[in-house]
């Protein structure tokens, strides 16, 4: 669990409007968010049931996507 030490930017009507936290929490706040987008496209993936297809099928079938964008 982080530990944060935030100070609130705060508007002309005393609303808090943002908030100001270290670089080094922010930067684990992007770590967990990027651990949980990970988990949640792997829960999506298991949810659909599709057969898995070899890595290397992947990476060409990729590759051949990135080609079609780059010539369009």
């Known amino acids: 669990m982080v530990k944060l030490n935030e100070n609130f930017v705060i508007d002309k009507g005393g609303n808090k409007v943002g908030v100001v936290i270290a670089m080094k929490t922010y930067r684990k ?3 967990d968010l990027e651990e949980l987008a990970d988990i ?3 829960d999506k993936a ?3 049931g599709d057969k898995p297809i070899p890595f290397e099928k992947a990476i060409r079938e990729i590759e051949r996507s990135r080609r079609k964008c780059i010539t369009k």
């Open 29 to 31: 706040l992007l770590d």
């Open 40 to 42: 949640r496209a792997y």
């Open 46 to 48: 298991k949810a659909r």
